[in-house]
């Protein structure tokens, strides 16, 4: 069987037993819930890639997802999940990484068995302790590789469903909360500022400067380019910044952003003005949440006659926020919506579920005071 229709397969196992777990075990459904619960969602990934690899190949040693151990009963962990699990994931919308499992620090590089001896090296070691012993559980032969993928699968499921029942509860109550006025500039500003409070919330500065963008940006021919992943570097993706404005209708970049939750240094802006050699852009401008040193705003004031006309600026995050909500006032109610709509189909690793739903509780106090 191929390991799209292994996937498939152990996905309609799952399903047809979202209450009642499919294995007799209730240790090893303990392990399977606790990764899939987890705020490290690679570990679910990796557990989904050697069960699926085991599966579709029997001979392989599930502890092994790495071609450099060099044995015969080793594999590519990576390929297994990059071609087959991140279509699959989407496709189902089931709550894991969007990327490889493989990528993650404590996973990358490896060249020895995944046994339960290792000590790897991850901000949940407890999380990286149970997919161990799952694996493990698979080689001693008290767990099928297609019990534990259905399992997994099958819990994975539960999660995406709890999620979407506490988010429809969560925008009905919203939605209820709605009076005749909507909240003032001000007022949502506060909301704003009063969330960014919260952990994790290092992806939404940039939302904020694209909603204002997806707002207003078509009444000066303006465009923001769709955003890349939150954790993909520039110098992967080719991005000049987080957010790039190109002129309606052309693929030409006049503004870039570039988001900060750490002060901007002199060393930031120098690489700012690598990447645009060879680039018309006209704007370069910093959006930081921490506060701004004087020095280094005053040596990127003074880049624009050394570039020719190359602007940089470094501005604070929530001044730059407030200063568009009032100067476009008007729009302020649908300057709201795209900013939350942009954070709600953002991935959960890159902005948590717990971060939406705090959203949506905060809004929804706030609307109906």
Known sequence: ??????????????????????????????????????????????????????????????????????????FSGRAYDEEFLTAFIQLHDLPCNTTTAFLTPALRNQSMALTPDRDLKGREPDIYQAALQLLDAVFQERLTA?????????????????????????????NASHGELSLSSGEIATLIEQHLKQKHTSRLPVLLVAAAYDVVGSAFDETARSLAGHNAADKQTGAVGDIEVVLTGENKIVTAFEMKDKPVTQEDVRVALEKLVGRSIQNYIFITTAPIDPDV???????YEETGGV????????????????????????????????????????????VKEVWLAMRQVAESR
């Not at 297609?146 to 919203?174: M, Q």
């Not at 602007?311 to 001044?319: P, Q, S, T, V």
């Open 146 to 174: 297609s019990d534990l993928l259905a399992e997994t699968l099958r819990w994975l499921v539960v999660l995406r469903d709890e999620k979407r029942i506490r988010f429809n509860s969560l925008l009905a109550n919203l």
């Open 1 to 74: 069987m191929e390991p799209r229709d292994i996937l498939d397969t152990a996905f309609q196992r799952g399903l047809a037993s979202l209450k009642q777990p499919l294995l007799e075990d209730a240790e090893l459904v303990r392990l399977i819930e606790v990764i899939c619960r987890a705020k490290t969602r690679a570990l679910v990934r990796l557990v989904l890639s050697c069960a699926l690899a085991k599966i579709h190949r029997p001979n392989l040693d599930i502890r092994k997802p790495y071609t450099e151990i060099g044995t015969t009963d080793a």
């Open 311 to 354: 602007e940089f600026a470094i501005l604070d995050c929530l001044g730059f926020m407030k200063h568009f909500l009032h100067f476009f006032h008007r729009y302020r109610r649908t300057f709201l919506e795209s900013y939350q709509r942009l954070m709600l189909t953002e991935p959960d690793s890159a902005v948590p579920s717990v």
């Open 297 to 303: 705003a005053e040596f990127a004031r003074n880049l």
